[in-house]
């Protein structure tokens, strides 16, 4: 931006009182500008889309004015770590006494009371089983071919790892993050196991073929969800950009990875249309695929709403704050739908929806004002279904919750390197955030995979059951 020419002390004399006006008029706009382009560099999570972990610089929390007690404060329940069941418990351990330490007056089976109970766990001390497969060969008599002795059918040619040892190291690698390294200093470390990382990324591999078939089996199913939550990130392969698409509900999180952030994704894996809803934020994809039962996140128009009460001119301020101020009436009465009269609970919702429809069409409004009101004036009832469906909530929540860890196995990993490893990535987290959600053992179904893998059985499903 140029900037203006100020009239020092000694020229101002020289200008007239227009002139003087006219800078002063300049100077009044570049300010304006130069505030908006601020209020623009300061957005962050709080007030626009952006993700928490872009708010880089952030303000120091305020220190506390009390001195605060470490550890649990007065008056807060306790917690204690509730005893395995009886039929986890390995083995049983009894203590008793012969006599009383003080007194040394003999105690028998009569002074005996409830025990106090103690339980723990620990690592047998030889942690893997090592075991010598022999094949013995033999030559046929008859048509001279070398024979050998088959291999039980669990048992993979060549293969170092069990199938729970195989499991482990790729619950491993996609829960826990760890790279190839970290898991060969595991390996050589606890388990006395000597592997390169060439081997462990050979074993990851051939584990996922294994998670295909339920997999494809969750990919048929989604188009026929009643709602769904969708959320995409970034992802890099090998230095390419790369998008990865998040698919969830309450019961199951499906992962795709794309070369596209488009609709066409969308039309991939939904079809044409999508008879259910979408509850989604604004971004262009979802728009030009929207259906007619969309439902757009409220909590990101809210950040752009609350944007607006950023920017240095009072027109976009106090419309932003008239918005926010009907936003929160109206979540404050979707809360307590519930509890309180339908009657009155509609009353109140209506008196809200007409108070929007006012700010909404009003007239004149400033640039950024007036792009939010036109927002909500086309995507109304795509904003406000679910008011009329209590199944469908406001907020994407959800869908940001299921890619969050995917985010942060992006960041660890730093990406994938070939096809093969975007198909294991999207599996693998498909198989974690599932499991996850249905309060199922993410290892143990990794273990089902490969057993069913190995032996032709049918595969663990992960489709959610419902009572």
Same mark, same amino acid.
């Given at each position: 931006?140029?900037?203006?020419?100020?009239?020092?002390?000694?020229?101002?004399?020289?200008?007239?009182?227009?002139?003087?006006?006219?800078?002063?008029?300049?100077?009044?706009?570049?300010?304006?500008?130069?505030?908006?382009?601020?209020?623009?560099?300061?957005?962050? @999570?709080?007030?626009?889309? +952006?993700?928490?972990?872009?708010?880089?610089?952030?303000?120091?929390?305020?220190?506390?004015?009390?001195?605060?007690?470490?550890?649990?404060?007065?008056?807060?329940?306790?917690?204690?770590?509730?005893?395995?069941?009886?039929?986890?418990?390995?083995?049983?351990?009894?203590?008793?006494? @012969?006599?009383?330490?003080?007194?040394?007056?003999?105690?028998?089976?009569?002074?005996?009371?409830?025990?106090?109970?103690?339980?723990?766990?620990?690592?047998?001390?030889?942690?893997?089983?090592?075991?010598?497969?022999?094949?013995?060969?033999?030559?046929?008599?008859?048509?001279?071919?070398?024979?050998?002795?088959?291999?039980?059918?669990?048992?993979?040619?060549?293969?170092?790892?069990?199938?729970? &040892?195989?499991?482990?190291?790729?619950?491993?690698?996609?829960?826990?993050?760890? @790279?190839?390294? $970290?898991?060969?200093?595991?390996?050589?470390?606890?388990?006395?196991?000597?592997?390169?990382?060439?081997?462990?990324?050979?074993?990851?591999?051939?584990?996922?073929?294994?998670?295909?078939?339920?997999?494809?089996?969750?990919?048929?199913?989604?188009?026929?969800?009643?709602?769904?939550?969708?959320?995409?990130?970034?992802?890099?392969?090998?230095?390419?950009?790369?998008?990865?698409?998040?698919?969830?509900?309450?019961?199951?999180?499906?992962?795709?990875?794309?070369?596209?952030?488009?609709?066409?994704?969308?039309?991939?894996?939904?079809?044409?249309?999508?008879?259910?809803?979408?509850?989604?934020?604004?971004?262009?994809?979802?728009?030009?695929?929207?259906?007619?039962?969309?439902?757009?996140?409220?909590?990101?128009?809210?950040?752009?709403? +609350?944007?607006?009460?950023?920017?240095?001119?009072?027109?976009?301020?106090?419309?932003?704050?008239?918005?926010?101020?009907?936003?929160?009436?109206?979540?404050?009465?979707?809360?307590?739908?519930?509890?309180?009269?339908?009657?009155?609970?509609?009353?109140? &919702?209506?008196?809200?929806?007409?108070?929007?429809?006012?700010?909404?069409?009003?007239?004149?409004?400033?640039?950024? $004002?007036?792009?939010?009101?036109?927002?909500?004036? +086309?995507?109304?009832?795509?904003?406000?279904?679910? &008011?009329?469906?209590?199944?469908?909530?406001?907020?994407?929540?959800?869908?940001?919750?299921?890619?969050?860890?995917?985010?942060?196995?992006?960041?660890?990993?730093?990406?994938?390197? $070939?096809?093969?490893?975007?198909?294991? $990535?999207?599996?693998?987290?498909?198989?974690?955030?599932?499991?996850?959600?249905?309060?199922?053992?993410?290892?143990?179904?990794?273990?089902?995979?490969?057993?069913?893998?190995?032996?032709?059985?049918?595969?663990?499903?992960?489709?959610?059951?419902?009572?």
């Amino acid at each position: 931006m140029p900037s203006i020419p100020v009239p020092t002390a000694k020229t101002v004399e020289n200008f007239t009182k227009l002139e003087l006006f006219a800078i002063i008029q300049k100077l009044q706009e570049q300010i304006t500008q130069l505030q908006a382009e601020v209020a623009a560099l300061r957005k962050n @999570s709080s007030t626009s889309s +952006k993700p928490p972990s872009s708010d880089i610089v952030k303000p120091p929390k305020p220190k506390s004015s009390g001195a605060g007690a470490p550890g649990g404060q007065k008056g807060h329940p306790g917690f204690f770590r509730k005893l395995f069941p009886a039929e986890r418990v390995d083995e049983i351990k009894d203590y008793r006494l @012969s006599e009383c330490p003080e007194c040394k007056i003999p105690l028998g089976p009569e002074h005996q009371t409830e025990p106090w109970i103690q339980q723990t766990a620990e690592l047998p001390e030889k942690l893997i089983h090592r075991t010598e497969h022999r094949r013995f060969g033999y030559r046929c008599p008859q048509c001279r071919r070398q024979l050998y002795a088959p291999l039980p059918t669990a048992l993979e040619q060549g293969e170092l790892f069990g199938p729970r &040892l195989q499991s482990l190291v790729v619950y491993m690698k996609g829960a826990l993050h760890g @790279s190839y390294t $970290s898991l060969q200093e595991f390996m050589g470390e606890v388990f006395e196991l000597q592997v390169s990382r060439s081997m462990l990324c050979d074993s990851v591999r051939a584990v996922s073929p294994s998670l295909a078939p339920p997999y494809k089996e969750l990919e048929k199913a989604i188009a026929d969800q009643p709602r769904l939550h969708i959320d995409e990130t970034g992802h890099k392969d090998n230095g390419r950009r790369y998008w990865i698409w998040a698919f969830c509900t309450r019961l199951f999180g499906f992962f795709t990875v794309e070369a596209s952030r488009g609709s066409q994704v969308l039309k991939k894996v939904l079809g044409e249309t999508f008879k259910g809803t979408l509850i989604t934020d604004f971004f262009s994809a979802y728009t030009k695929y929207a259906n007619a039962f969309q439902q757009f996140c409220l909590a990101h128009l809210v950040r752009d709403i +609350k944007f607006l009460t950023t920017l240095p001119d009072t027109a976009n301020q106090q419309f932003g704050i008239r918005l926010l101020r009907q936003f929160k009436r109206l979540f404050y009465f979707w809360h307590l739908r519930r509890t309180m009269p339908q009657e009155q609970y509609s009353r109140a &919702l209506s008196v809200i929806q007409r108070n929007l429809r006012a700010l909404v069409c009003e007239k004149k409004l400033p640039r950024k $004002s007036q792009n939010i009101a036109n927002r909500l004036d +086309k995507h109304w009832s795509s904003y406000l279904r679910f &008011l009329t469906d209590p199944l469908i909530q406001p907020t994407n929540n959800l869908a940001e919750q299921t890619i969050r860890t995917v985010v942060i196995d992006r960041k660890i990993t730093q990406g994938t390197r $070939s096809e093969w490893g975007r198909q294991w $990535s999207a599996r693998i987290w498909t198989v974690l955030a599932t499991c996850r959600k249905q309060k199922r053992s993410s290892w143990q179904f990794i273990q089902q995979c490969v057993l069913a893998h190995r032996l032709g059985t049918p595969y663990p499903s992960l489709l959610p059951v419902t009572a």
